[in-house]
């Protein structure tokens, strides 16, 4: 499979195959006797993402985004998506939000 | 500390670019948290318009940024040093376990409940399939008391708006042939008509397949080159309408 294994190159795929890639991985699979399974999606409203909600049925999401408003701007279009097609999101997780500086006074420059 | 904090940031974004955003900072009082990228979630909380009220916050810190390079979980590797982080995860596993428990144990609204005879039934939950005659589908419905089956004529499924089950008897078929080969920008309906010279409900054009897809529809290919997603409200309004008619 394009991308796979420990010398593995770029995935160069288009959108249906990437979709149909997934769809073989998740359906493909004997996961066993499982509580819970988690898929970590790439970013955005692709095929992955759709070839996923159509596939499975999926409890809900959990969406990770930066403070960026361009992220936050994707981010809440990805969780309109998933809404439309009777996926929840559960929860927002905001990477690199802040950061703390203690004790001392600290000055950036260039 | 200059160092240390103009490194952190570096290599947790990767790129040049965010360093020039922290150096918008021009000092720092201690024991503060501080937003280099703006308050993003925080400001549009407060706006409202979030349609999700879970959120959790990760800070960038050395910890986070050594387990992104080494791959291993802070909670195993440098659980002392990670208090921030680890209480941030701890919080989203808290709020993701009791949304799934919610939303597998609570009663839906009403958006997702359909009536029969007084019966409320599920919508979420229905199931749908072509019976052998090729000339109707059934729709089985769940609800806390039983369950029910219906069968409607494919016809009128084929005659209701894919999305709303609202009858579409006032449109043209042209003007669903006009949208053939296109995928609708609520992604519910799917049409790749060769051609649609028939009247919509015209009882000559049989369903060939159906297939279930994810939570929300049923694609139905039909014999005349169109498939068609219906959502489950769709479909569960339709199966409504032809009992209630009945009875």
Redesign the interface.
Known sequence: MPGSGPNAGAAVMRGPMAGKVVTQLVKGTDWGDLDVLILDLPPGTGDVQ?AV????????A??V?????LA?EDT?KG???F???????????????????????????? | ??CL??L??DR??GTRTSAHK??S?????????????????QA?SSEG????S????????PVTNGANDDGAPICLTRPGEAE?ELAAFQQ?AK??SN??LL??YSEPDSSGLIAIGGVQFEV?NISCSIEADKASFSVRLYSESGATKVRVPAANIRDRDPKTGEPLSGESPETENSASNSTSG???TVTKAKTLNKPRNDPSIIPTSIEK????GFAVEWDDGATIIYS?HAIAKTAANVANTKQ
């Open positions: 759709l909600l159509q596939e499975l049925q999926l409890s809900g959990v969406a985004t930066t403070p960026s408003k936050l809440r969780i309109e998506m809404t439309s097609l009777g996926v929840p999101t559960l929860a927002i997780v905001e990477n690199m939000s802040y950061f703390m500086v203690s004790e001392v006074l600290a000055y950036i420059d260039n | 500390m200059k904090l103009i952190t940031i947790a974004t922290l150096n900072l021009a000092q720092c009082e201690g024991g503060s948290k501080h937003y280099p990228f703006g308050r993003g979630l549009l318009s979030l349609s999700c879970s959120t959790t916050q990760l800070p960038i810190s921030d989203l709020e993701v949304e799934l939303l597998r979420a609520d992604m519910v897809k994810g939570k929300y489950m």
